[in-house]
């Protein structure tokens, strides 16, 4: 029997919608709410449908929340909507799920495909005939935002690379994350380099898939199958050592959603959480202990928006890049103040909620031209993607200024793996 | 420059962590969620009732400290309340208006008077004066706003200072997007920030509808980024146009709230949204460091002062247990006048002995033990978890808060 069924995993975050009290402060926050009448909002769908459910889920408007957690961020009640949302969804979906969440949630394999191909995966996405084709028969928006494979993955770059310094602070682990192998290579390459730079001796452990895609799109078996074969990976690398990441979600997944959402506590689960940081969050850490140092830190004289994704949010660390980044002389950052890209994982690449997720991230759009229509920092890939194709900005991961700033190279140019 | 923990995001939270800020300390805002500015009124109250209708808020501070030593305003003093309104007044220009020594007479939307004073410069135009007249129009669409209830009521009840005025009750179709019946406050004030055009439907419709009233009152709406709609809608209607605050979610609240958000951001005050605050180190009579939630492991925030602003029973702050004992959830902070024989009384509108319950302090806001000690020689509350007062009942709610929160700031002066 499926986890899911039994709903017993999910008695915490039950319990927790008599805390609701109705002030319906998520719903003035919910961005989706704001630009479609199809998603009746957090409140509604979240505590309120919950009481009636009985394991059941029949109201089908619920899958248009995008689960990015906003409505459980800002509950001064602690009521955990987004995670209701999720666990309801996955049983509206049990029996029906369809082939396109089946695919677009199995990121390694996508990327496996991808990369011995690299150039003619991306012509082929880029190819508008062919996106028309993917859009009918697979359900994915012509012009929703698609990774843009590498012909190099991040570990086939690191076990050929040297490190450019003899460690003296010890081990540390790098989690890179599918898309840090496959597709936003370049920010796991300079996130070995920073890490490395600064005294680390980085260990990459054999790493899969978190299951985060699996678990938004509600393929809870798979999505606890992969992020146990993960915790174990993690696991096997040096014991007690911090492992550190620049997949924001994915982090997030192995901190606390596979145990919110789909009631996973295993112990190896729980240990590696205990030790995985975002990489801004270790970075800042250091800072304010005062062992990043800082007097190496080069001048970029640049302004720049930076939006902090949802599920980062959702972690409780607050927004770490921001105070990170200004501490490079010159550079100014302002926060976009928006609350969603809109992509949410994959919700707005299916052709029914692209719309929806374009106007939910307008305003962060808007606001990216406004402040550097050239160059715009964001901690997550898929926002990244998602940013990228609506603005034409070149959207980088905050690692990629700490690089530049330690004379690393360039925070625009890529190190490794491109096409 | 010490480094500063404030937790809460409510009004007193918000407005001491960006003065601190300002004053150039290393600020970290801590807070589980929006905090409860946007369910308020989006005005300033002071103190309205003290029980009689308050018509000089400052000029009454002394006799109703006098009856009620008890009170937070007895410890805060006249000064800090005077800087704090100052200050809000100076930074927010575009959304706070008013004179602090003189409460007006507001309506709200079920048509009673309600004192306040410093408001919103869209509800100016609404402060009730004798022998005026008011088109009081509602949205068939906002079912949260009834004109016929607010208006009959306005008519029938006296002013506080004497005379009365007349307000009649009108209705328009208003669709935010076609067929849609039920629309809350924030989707229409969305539509008239965004569209152009619904401004000119909303003022031709009203055009249509009213009489020769002098003054027309609209539910509050009108804008949430563009606070200035109700000038250009006064232009094209031909009178003056006010807005009535709703029920909470409001739009004025939410106003001040984002502005004060945008502010601390912009100042680089470090915020931590979404986080309980779940334990704490203290050493040698000061707290060290306060524990944050986070996802996968809590996290040790260094602290030299905390200011604590963490609201009252409403946010969880405070709990009443089944057993009856009442508890601050936080530090565990000795509560006073937890032992009044009767919390709460069956009779609404008695003083209910509950919501006096709190955190005492000392004049510097320094939460204090049964002793007459500061609990921790570093830790200042603020706010609705203050004992002595009935904010609901008095109006005097952002007034503790902004007094609190600068009698707090003025003892932890300024950084270097």
Known sequence: MLEVDSYEHNVLARASLDHCVKCTICETQCPVMRVTPLFS????????????????????????????????????QGVKIAELNSVARAAMKRDHMPLRDQIISRTTLLGTVMTPVAPIANAVLKFKPARIVAEKTVGIHRDAAMPTAQLTTF?????????????????????????GKYFEVDTAVKAVEVLEHIGYEVVVPKQGCCGMPLQSNGIFDAARKSVRTLAGQLQAGPA????????????????????????????????????????????????????LPLDDLKRIDTEVCYHAPCQ??????????????????????????????GI???????????????????PLFDKVKEVNPELAVCDTETCRWQIRNATGAQVVHPIAFIHEAYGLGKATEPKAGSV | MARIVVIGAGFSGLAAAL?????????????????????????????????????????????????????????????????????LSDLLPGLVVGDMEKNVCLPTPVGAMRPTALYQPSMASGVLTKGKSYAIVGFNQLKDFSPEFCAANLTRTPLPTGGSVTATAYRIDLEVAPGEADSSALRYARALDDRPEFRTR??????????????????????????????????????????????????????????????????????????????????AGSIVSVTVQQAGHDRELPADIVVYAPGGFESGALTLDSAGKIS????????????????????????????KVGVRTDSTMRALGPDGAPVYGNLYAVGSILSGATRWAEKSGEGIALGSAFAAVNAIGGGK
């Open chain 2, 19 to 87: 003065r601190l800020r300002q004053l150039n300390h290393e600020v970290t805002l801590v807070a589980k969620g929006v905090g409860g500015l946007q369910l308020s009124q989006g005005t300033v109250d002071i103190l309205g009732y003290a029980p009689e209708w308050v018509q000089a808020p400052f000029k009454s501070f002394a006799a109703f400290i006098e009856a009620n030593p008890d009170h937070p305003y007895a410890t805060i003093g006249t000064q800090p309340v005077k800087r704090g309104l100052t200050w």
């Open chain 1, 312 to 341: 980062l949010k959702g972690q409780g660390m607050g927004t770490p890049a921001v105070q990170l980044l200004q501490l490079i002389p010159g550079v100014s950052v302002v926060e976009s103040g928006a609350t969603c890209c």
């Open chain 1, 41 to 76: 909002g957090p409140k509604y769908v979240g505590p309120q449908a919950e009481r009636y459910r009985h394991g059941e889920s029949v109201d089908h408007s619920l899958d248009y929340c995008s689960s990015c957690g906003t409505c459980t961020l800002v509950c001064p």
């Open chain 1, 155 to 179: 570990t086939s770059w690191f076990k050929r690379h040297t490190p450019s310094t003899t460690p003296t602070r010890g081990k540390i682990i790098f989690f890179h994350g599918c898309a």
């Open chain 1, 344 to 362: 949410a994982g994959t919700y707005g690449l299916k052709k029914e909620k692209f719309d929806v997720g374009q106007a939910v991230g307008k």
């Open chain 2, 328 to 355: 601050e959830r936080t530090f565990d902070l000795p509560l006073t006048g937890t032992n009044a024989a009767d919390l709460v009384t069956g009779d609404y509108w008695h003083d209910q002995a509950l919501f």
């Open chain 1, 240 to 291: 007690g050592v911090p492992i550190v990441s620049t997949a924001a979600s994915c982090a997030g997944m192995i901190r606390h959603e596979a145990r919110e959402i789909m009631g996973v506590t295993d112990d190896a689960l729980i240990e590696a959480g205990s030790r995985t940081y975002d990489i801004s969050e270790f970075l800042l850490g250091l800072a304010d202990k005062g062992e």
């Open chain 2, 202 to 283: 909303l003022a031709d419709a009203v055009k249509t509808v009213i009489g020769p009233e002098d003054i027309v009152g609209l539910p509050a709406c009108l804008g949430l980024d563009d606070p200035t709609i109700h000038i250009d809608l006064a232009q094209a209607i031909g009178r003056p146009v006010f807005e009535i605050p709703l029920l909470p979610p409001g739009v004025p609240g939410m106003r001040i709230n984002e502005a004060l958000m945008r502010a601390l951001r912009k100042a680089g005050a470090r915020l931590v949204l979404g986080s309980f605050i779940t334990g704490f180190e203290a050493s």
